[in-house]
């Protein structure tokens, strides 16, 4: 379950940073400071997390870690930006 959840987490942090980097080319700068919060957020969260594995040298964390990073990248590119965010 712990696999599961870091690989989600650690997910929506790479979707996140990536969105909250787009939103800030376009200059908005009111969408850009939500998802700079959600970042923050799941950065303390996935850092901890990855940490852990380490040191606990849980490989299938670790994967999980990576793959979930890699996998949000992805996404990024294929999802739109929300416009519920004032623009």
């Not at 870091?6 to 998802?35: E, P």
């Not at 950065?43 to 793959?67: C, E, N, P, R």
């Amino acid at each position: 379950m712990i696999v599961l959840t870091i690989f989600v987490l650690q997910l929506l942090f790479q979707f996140s940073r990536s969105l909250g980097t787009r939103y800030l080319a376009k200059d908005n700068m009111h969408a850009a400071a939500a998802w700079g919060f959600a970042i923050q957020v799941l950065w303390l969260i996935t850092t901890w997390l990855g940490v852990k594995a380490m040191d606990d040298m849980d490989y299938s964390m670790i994967s999980a870690y990576l793959t979930g990073g890699v996998v949000g990248i992805y996404l990024n590119y294929w999802v739109s930006p929300p416009k519920s965010i004032k623009e």
